[in-house]
Each structure stands twice: as structure tokens, then as C-alpha cells.
């Protein structure tokens, strides 16, 4: 079933791939849009508004969390009326299964647990590759095509609350990140899934979460946590990024404004795309964090993400769950195209990227 949508997604990938200047704002706008839902089966209402926007190209993602997951035949049976559901560019379809604490798909449900990136950190880089073969090839099974991961964040901070703490780092040396990082990749890569490094530019130092608030990493922050990026983007081995929320007053002054990575163009078009020389698909990290809507609107939050070089925007949708969270992000986003022709060309170049990755992703990566 998954193979025979995949090849017909070719299909409609490189056509609209190659006429992408045919495409209307709305249908780019649409790509750059990820939400999550509520519902475990097909029958949801929640279920049911995410797809039908899907289907009229206001969205162009969903992700899971555990809630989602009642047992893998609803969620295999969720993805399939997903994939189903877009007339154009299938969706993609995204969950958080990093392994260890960080999973939504458990045993309890029948999916096979994986260890902790520090547990896999410890073995050897083969033996990681068989893991995470074992992983990508349970997702591709249910229909899943994005995992968030691997994380290729530095262990510099034993007390972070939000790496340290729960093992999701595979090392305090980037070389051996980027090697166990990549293992991650390639596995991924051969069962057809796509994956997100994260969480740019490195979280591993900070001693805050921004989950709860505000993060200033400004004293705290080495550069030495942008080496993972550099070496996985030389090795082509990026196949998306997703940017953090913590803030450093090194690469953002004060004196302009406080604004985390996700919303600075100093962090993902200054380092990321012109140090790094990183050209692919640029993810937010969720904008629902307590770090971003503290300070910033609905509105703000989106104009300013995709202004500072966001391709796709994720909205978790549990600060207060709306079932027509992405039409309104989608409306927002095209009201703005519609004043502002810099929105507009961001948005196209989004587009651009988005395509050409999905494009990939049918084909098999």
C-alpha cells in the first residue's frame, strides 16, 4: 500500500516540482505547515480536521504524540487515510522516536523499544546501525516519512533539564556525535525516512528548557556545539534541521531584539546557511514552547519564523488545542504574502526546498 502511493507520489512530486512558478501562494503556503491533532483513529473529529486540510492544501504535515497512539493498526490505518487524503504532494508525516525517554510508539503498544542515544553512545557505531535499522524500518512499516532525530546536541551539561536529564545526547565529542548521528541517518535513509537534526544551534550547554520559558544561553554556549552540523552538512547527510528556541546575545544583540534561533535570521541564514553552507529543509522546533508564546502572538510567531528562514513551521497544537490551528496559520501566512512580496519570495523559496525533498522522499531518498 505504502509502496504503490510512494511511487504514485513521484509522479505528482516532479510535476509540481517542476512548475513550481504554476503553483499559487496557498499551495506553497500550505507545505510549510506542520500541526498535530487529536484522536487515535481514523474517526476522530480531530483526526478528521487535520486531514481534510491536508486534502485542500492548507497543511502539509502532521505530528504524532503519544496520545495519538491507541496501537500500531489505528495508527497505520491513520497514515494510509493520510497519504490518501492530498491530491497533489503527500504529506509528511511525523513522529518524535529518538529512543529511550523520548518515544511516542512503546512497547506498550506493540512497537519495538529502542535505548537511549547516551546507552547507544556507548557501544559501538555498527551495533547503532542495527538499532536504528530496527527503528526506521518499524516507522516506514506504520507509514511514518519524518523522524525527528537524531539529536547531535553536545553532553556539555550533566544538570540539563532537558538533554542531560533524559540521555538523548550520544556524547560530549562531536565526532563521535556525528558518527552515531550518522548511523542514525543511514539507517533512516534505507528504509525511506526522513530525518531532522536537531536542535540547532545546541542545546546541550544550557542549564534552562525552553519548554518552560525564556533560555539564554549567552555565557553558557560554546561553539564548539556547532561541529556536528558543519561535519553531517559536508558529509550531505542533513536531510533537515530543526532549530531551537534558545537565545544567545553573541549572535542576536539585545540592543536589536531578544529572539530565540528559531526566530533570528543571524542563527539560520547567517551560520546555518551561510557558515555552514547549509541549503536544505529548515524545521522549527514546536512554536507552541513557552519561549516563543511568552513573548510573541500568533501571528508575530509565524510572519517572524518564516521571515528569519523557517521552511516548515511546527505547531504542536496543545497550548489550546484548536482543530483549525493550521487554516489559520495557513490564512496568516497568505494575508502577509499578499502585502508583502519579501514574505511571498520566502515563502516560494520554501516551497522550492520542501518539494525537493518530498521529491526525494518518494523516490526512496
Aim: charged share 20%; aromatic share 8%.
Amino acid at each position: 500500500m505504502f509502496l504503490i502511493a510512494r511511487l504514485i507520489a513521484v509522479l505528482m512530486i516532479v510535476v509540481s516540482a517542476t512548475t513550481a512558478n504554476a503553483q499559487s501562494i496557498e499551495r506553497m503556503a500550505g507545505q510549510m505547515i506542520m500541526v498535530g491533532f487529536t484522536g487515535d483513529d481514523v474517526s476522530d473529529s480531530g483526526f478528521r480536521a487535520v486531514r481534510r486540510q491536508i486534502a485542500q492544501g492548507r497543511i502539509g504535515g502532521v505530528m504524532y504524540l503519544r496520545t495519538n497512539v491507541s496501537g500500531l493498526d489505528t495508527v497505520r490505518a491513520m497514515n494510509r487515510a493520510l497519504l490518501a487524503a492530498s491530491p497533489w504532494m503527500p504529506p509528511l508525516i511525523a513522529v518524535d522516536q529518538e529512543g529511550g525517554q523520548v518515544r511516542r510508539l512503546t512497547s506498550a503498544t506493540g512497537f519495538v523499544d529502542t535505548p537511549s542515544a547516551e546507552a547507544v553512545g556507548r557501544g559501538s557505531v555498527e551495533a547503532a546501525g542495527g538499532r536504528y535499522t530496527e527503528l526506521a524500518t518499524g516507522l516506514q512499516s506504520l507509514g511514518f516519512t519524518l523522524n525527528f532525530g537524531p539529536v547531535v546536541d553536545l553532553d556539555l551539561n550533566p544538570a540539563n533539564p532537558v538533554i542531560g536529564r533524559f540521555q538523548r545526547a550520544f556524547s560530549d565529542d562531536p565526532d563521535r556525535v556525528r558518527r552515531f548521528a550518522e548511523a542514525f541517518v543511514n539507517s533512516h535513509r534505507r528504509a525511506g525516512v526522513i530525518t531532522a537534526l536537531k536542535h540547532f544551534p545546541g542545546h546541550g550547554s544550557s542549564s534552562g528548557d525552553t519548554h518552560d520559558g525564556f533560555v539564554d544561553v549567552t555565557r553558557e554556549w560554546n561553539p564548539v556545539e556547532l561541529e556536528p552540523y558543519r561535519a553531517i552538512i559536508a558529509d550531505d547527510m542533513a536531510d533537515m534541521i530543526m532549530v531551537a528556541h534558545i537565545y544567545n546575545a553573541d549572535y542576536v544583540p539585545t540592543d536589536e531584539e531578544a529572539l530565540p534561533a528559531s526566530l533570528a535570521p543571524e542563527w539560520i541564514e547567517g551560520v546555518l546557511r551561510g557558515e555552514l553552507g547549509y541549503d536544505g529543509v529548515v524545521i522549527s522546533d514546536d512554536m507552541e514552547m513557552s519561549a516563543v508564546t511568552d513573548h510573541f502572538d500568533l501571528e508575530q510567531t509565524v510572519v517572524r519564523a518564516v521571515m528569519a528562514g523557517n521552511d516548515i513551521l511546527l505547531f504542536s497544537n496543545t497550548a489550546a488545542y484548536d482543530p483549525d490551528l493550521g487554516a489559520r496559520i495557513h490564512q496568516i501566512m497568505v494575508d502577509q504574502a499578499a502585502a508583502d512580496p519579501a514574505f511571498a519570495d520566502r515563502i516560494e523559496a520554501s516551497y522550492a526546498r520542501i518539494a525537493q525533498l518530498k521529491q526525494r522522499l518518494s523516490a526512496g531518498l
